[in-house]
């Protein structure tokens, strides 16, 4: 099997009112495929991984420490996705805040994280990598002014895509800083999307490491009006990063909405596929 299947399970989507954006990429041989992956669109919180990867790059750096605390303010309480907002206390570590946002969305950690190192750092970091079509425009909001940003972020499938493959291969500005990001990732809750449909193990302590005979999965979802995104690594035989971005006209009902996480779990099928094969088996 080629990734040539996973391109063609996304253009089975082009009937579709919505625009489904993919991109995948085999970690381990470079190759990769896309569609519509360099279009811009809202990421919601998959963007997310940019904020971790800066962190993780301080945290190696020793700009910060996993220790250090925080304060959460008032400013940075965002509702929505998330746990801080509803706990008692206002005192957490970076190490907290960031397994927060990586496991559960969490918009207040997130807030406050971005307080800390700044929304300039996170779009340095993007140039650095070379993705910079992943962009995070302001703070988590409950609700958006004329004065704000349209959105929280935007991006492309292909940066998404890319950032995960950057820390698969430890080149996301240093090993460890690779592997925390990879680790955050594989705490996320959300398998509502592309893995959905797949068999895997989400408590394999192997992890990154792969599963003998079976997959495992790291990843970060986003969600919001007319917006779902999944950006992450399948692990089996072959290694694969992936992103998956659907965007729709909320005008056109609910239906439009199952149809987009419909064909979001089809590509994650034979994303699945594709990374349980051998690369011998391939043909």
Known sequence: ???????????????????????????DDGRSVGVDDTVVLPVASASKLLLLAEVARRLESGELSAGQPVAVTAADVAHGTGLLCRLG???????????????????????????????????????????????????????????????????????LAELVAHAARSTMTSPG???????WMRSNT??????????HDPYATCFPEPLPGGRLVANKTGTDT??????????????????????????????????AVHAIRDVGRTLADYAGRAPLQEG
């Open 226 to 259: 007319g917006v779902r995104a999944d950006a992450g690594i399948l692990i089996g035989e072959r290694r694969v990063a992936y992103a998956v971005v659907a965007r729709w006209d909320t005008a056109l009902g609910d239906s439009t909405e199952r149809a």
């Open 177 to 183: 800083a690779s592997r925390r990001l990879l680790h």
């Open 1 to 27: 099997m080629t990734l040539a299947r996973v391109a063609a399970a996304a253009r089975r989507a082009t009937a579709l009112p919505l625009v489904l954006a993919v991109a995948a990429i085999d970690v």
């Open 190 to 199: 959300d398998h509502g999307l592309v893995p959905a449909l797949v068999a």
């Open 89 to 159: 206390r206002s005192g957490w570590s970076v190490a907290d805040l960031c397994w927060l946002t990586a496991s559960v969305s969490d918009n207040t950690a997130t807030n406050a994280l971005l307080r800390l190192v700044g929304l300039d750092a996170t779009a340095a970091l993007a140039a650095d990598l070379g993705v910079s079509g992943l962009t995070l425009h302001d703070r988590v909001r409950d609700e958006r002014g004329p004065g704000d940003p349209p959105v929280f972020a935007t991006g492309t499938a292909r940066s």
